[in-house]
């Protein structure tokens, strides 16, 4: 699974964005459409309120690099420059167990994942 698509791919409702731009993560999962339905009034793009996670599409992506995802890479990499070392206690996560992030990155991807806010505009 993608722990960052579009609306238009997703299918699990990952979490909120907070004010201060960190991830509310929601357990158990919920269909991409609560999210979708919930944000139909507003008007601001879902992926601005909300993270959304749906299967990743490799290829068809343009942060793929042939062999894996390279934002999830970047991510990593990026918050380990400027924050250090990543927190010791994982979050709450309805799709770890599926996320091409943490397979690939470990541990630190779920640090940096609760950074990252998906605006669509």
Known sequence: ?????????????????????R????????????????????????????RLAGPCVTSQCGFWTGD???????LVASYAQTVGEPEVELPRCAIRRTCRWFAEQGPAACAACAH????AR
Not at 42 to 50: I, Q, W
Not at 116 to 119: K, P, R
Request: proline share 10%; net charge negative; with cysteine.
């Open 23 to 50: 991830v509310a993560y929601v357990t158990p999962a919920l269909p991409a459409e609560v999210a979708v339905a919930a944000a139909a009034e507003a008007d601001v793009p879902v992926e601005a309120r909300y």
């Open 68 to 74: 894996q995802c390279g934002l999830g890479e970047r």
């Open 1 to 21: 699974m993608c722990p960052s698509t579009p609306a238009g791919n997703a299918t699990v409702f990952l979490g909120m964005i907070t004010p201060a731009g």
């Open 116 to 119: 990252v806010v998906t605006d």
